[in-house]
């Protein structure tokens, strides 16, 4: 899997009732592994007239981890939405690709 130097936390959605009877999502960790971190392009798009970057990142980790799309990874304090979750790269690791949360 190569060098695995980063701490990452997995976060799982779990619905919550509002003052206003919404359910909205609030993510609580389930996990804290090592991982391999890959700076990718990112996207730049337009949001109430200001430009804003959405970097991807390639996570690395150890196939025995539960990723599952809607879940989040937190790194460094930044939080990103998992975007694809690729076993078939490279045996006994799962690459997770990723887009910062803004």
Known sequence: AGLLQYRITFLRPVLTETDYSANEPEYVPVGTVWARVQ???GSLE???EMLVNRPKVVFTVRDHV???YGMLIEAD???Y???DI???TERGVLKIT???KV
């Open 46 to 48: 337009i949001s109430a």
């Open 86 to 88: 690729d076993s078939t």
């Open 39 to 41: 700076h990718k392009s």
């Open 77 to 79: 304090g930044v939080q």
């Open 98 to 100: 990723t887009e910062a």
């Open 66 to 68: 539960k990723a599952e």
């Open 81 to 83: 939405v998992i975007l």
